[in-house]
Nanobody, 119 residues
Framework: QVQLQESGPGLVKPSQTLSLTCTIS??????????WTWIRQPPGKELEWMGA???????YYNPSQKSRTSISRDTSKNQFTLQLSSVTPEDTAIYYC???????????WGQGTQVTVSS
């Protein structure tokens, strides 16, 4: 069974860079025919797809945050990361990593991690 777990700091100061890591077990980031995805949910709002990295290493980003978003991977550690630069309090959200086995079909999720942007 595939499992995903987010990790990283829960508090980030405005203008800093948010950095989260998703650790995958039970699946391979390189050989599974999947995209590895970051999704967030601000308080009181809907889920927002942020971006993904495919099993081949190609990246895709939500245009609304593309200029601030970077997704990368460490294949030796079976991990992928999210970096969101120049954060503001509007970036406060629960951040999830997920496996997108087929387009728009998310079949595995991490538990989510709360990130608060505050000074």
């Amino acid at each position: 069974q595939v499992q995903l777990q987010e990790s990283g700091p829960g508090l980030v100061k405005p203008s800093q860079t948010l950095s989260l890591t998703c650790t995958i077990s039970g699946a391979s980031i390189t050989t599974d025919y999947s995209s590895w995805t970051w999704i967030r949910q601000p308080p009181g709002k809907e889920l927002e797809w942020m971006g993904a990295i495919t099993y081949t290493g190609n990246t895709y980003y939500n245009p609304s945050q593309k200029s601030r978003t970077s997704i990368s991977r460490d294949t030796s550690k079976n991990q992928f990361t999210l970096q969101l630069s120049s954060v503001t309090p509007e970036d406060t959200a629960i951040y999830y990593c997920a496996r997108e086995a087929e387009e728009y079909e998310y079949d595995a999720w991490g538990q989510g991690t709360q990130v608060t942007v505050s000074s």
